[in-house]
Each structure stands twice: as C-alpha cells, then as structure tokens.
C-alpha cells in the first residue's frame, strides 16, 4: 500500500485513484468468476476447480458435511437448513459468537448458497428479519431457490458488494460473514459500510482467515490461494486498526489454531499454515447502552 507521504498522488510510486479503482474491480472480478463457477459446479455435481475444501462437490455431499462438522456446525444445524445450502465454503461458525435474539435483523456478507442465513432465521424467528448478500448472481440465484424449497419467509437475498451494502443506514442489529471480508480489496471500506448500516450497538460476529506474518509476495500474487481464502489475508494487527478506525469498540480477534487441521488441506502443496489461520472477529457499534 503506498504511503501518502511518500510522494505527490499519481507519481510513479502511488498509483492513481483510477488505477487502484481498476485493481479492484479486477480483484472482485476474479472472486465472482471463481464462485460463480463454485455455484454451477455444485448445481451440477461436479468439481469446482478451486483449491481443495474451498468449495462444494455435490448436494447432499458427504465431503460437505464433514467440511461443516470440523469448522464448528453441529448435525442438528446441518439437518435445519435445505439440501445444498451447505457448500463447505466456511471456515468457522460465526452464529457461535453472534448470541442472536428473537426479532433481530440480521446480515450475512457474502451469503452464498445461504447456509448461515437459515440457521439465522431459525433463530430471530418469524419476527426477525435476516438478509444475504452476496455478489455473484449464481449463488443468488442458488440461495433464493433454496429459500423457497425450505419456505423460509424471513429470509432475503440481495445483490450487491459487501464495500457497498444495498442496506438502508442503522436499520441492521447484527452482522454476520463466513470466510468472505478476506476477500475484498478494499476491507477499511467493507468495515465502514458495515458500521454505517448496524444500528447503535449493534454487533459485528464474523468468521475469517487471518495472517499471522506477512504473506509472501507468490501467495498474494496466486489466484487460486486468493479465491481460496488464503492469499488476500490481513494481518491481524492491520484487522483491528480497520475495525477500530470504522468506528467500533470492544474488538476482538481470536485465532483458532485448531482450526490449522482443516485449512492445511485448502492447498496441500504450499505451506499455507505457517501464515494463515481462522479467527473469530467481533466488534460493537457505540451506543444502544454499549461501550
């Protein structure tokens, strides 16, 4: 990232607004390839082509059970949601820190087949309100068809970036994301939009792959180990100087070592462990009593 001290804007050391606009869009561009492909490979019960346990093979999969069961879901939850909800693309379970409530509004960022969205609704009940958002028109197209063959009335699903939430402001009380925000190029935004839409003191209940040093320059330059949730990865120092600078209090971010076993095998042949791990992240947005 360039340093705006180093030099005047557009210089040959700090790219253009422009030029960085363009990275992204390429960025995100490459995401929605990948998961698209994700979503019509599991329609059709194939291989997605993606690294190892970052995506789904087939409904009703055996291998995306066991994917669920490891990261932290139980078979109680997997037997509440609708036949190929669950796609084994989590690295966590982030209903486990969320503490939802009966009649919350809920948002899930980067909601894919909607797996974490059911569980959701099962818990803010007919009174609550939960709402998917996810960029791919694929997996849209994948979560509305499932909404409607587990007739879940409460449930949403919207198109749109996580930098940008199609989200009206303070309307939401808590937000959840599953193995998506390490993928954006630009997090500083995703946190800030996400501050913008919580209602005060409302609650942040992520899971996500984080870096615990530096990744090297051919991880972060892989396409593959990026869609599969390695190569974009923050540092957990430079996470929490983001949530903070959104504007939330009370961050947390916890490693989970055990969670090593499983993301060995996203990509068997680079030693992705010794970077990377899956942590929850949490954060509160001031007021409502809180901070």
């Known amino acids: 990232m360039c340093d705006s001290n180093c030099c005047e804007p557009n210089s040959s050391c700090c790219p253009s607004e422009d030029a960085n606009h363009a990275a ?20 059709n019960s194939e291989s997605c082509g993606i690294e190892s346990s ?56 980067g909601s894919g087949g909607g797996f974490d969205c059911f569980l959701a609704a099962h818990e803010v009940g007919e009174k609550g309100h939960v709402i998917g958002i996810d960029m791919t028109p694929d997996m849209l197209s994948k979560a ?22 199609p989200i009206a402001d303070a309307t939401i009380d808590v937000i959840i994301s599953n193995c998506v925000i390490n993928l954006s190029p630009n997090k500083p935004q995703v946190f ?20 615990t040093v530096e990744l090297p320059e051919e991880m972060r330059s892989d396409p593959a180990l990026i869609a ?28 989970k070592d055990e969670s090593k076993t499983f993301i060995r095998d996203w990509a068997p042949d680079h030693n992705v462990t010794d970077y990377v791990v899956s942590a929850t992240i949490e954060g509160t947005k001031p007021g409502g009593g809180c901070c």
């Open 24 to 43: 992204q869009d390429a960025h995100r561009q490459e995401v929605r390839d990948a998961y698209g492909q994700v979503a019509r490979a599991e329609n």
């Open 144 to 165: 509305r068809n499932n909404a409607e063959k587990g007739e879940f009335k409460n449930v949403e699903f919207r198109l749109g970036e996580i930098e940008h939430l």
């Open 192 to 211: 800030s939009d996400a501050f913008r839409v919580l209602k005060p003191g409302g609650r942040l209940a992520i899971s996500d792959v984080v870096a």
């Open 54 to 109: 970052c995506c789904g093979v087939s409904d009703d999969s055996a291998i995306n059970r066991l994917i669920s069961t490891r990261i932290g879901y139980s078979e109680e939850d997997l037997a509440r949601v609708p036949s190929g909800a669950d796609m084994g693309l989590g690295c966590g379970n982030p209903r486990a820190i969320a503490s939802l409530k009966a009649g919350e509004t809920v948002v899930d960022l």
């Open 228 to 255: 599969g949730c390695m190569g974009n990865a923050s540092l957990i120092e430079d996470l929490e100087k983001m949530i903070k600078a959104a504007g939330f209090c009370d961050v947390k971010i916890e490693p």
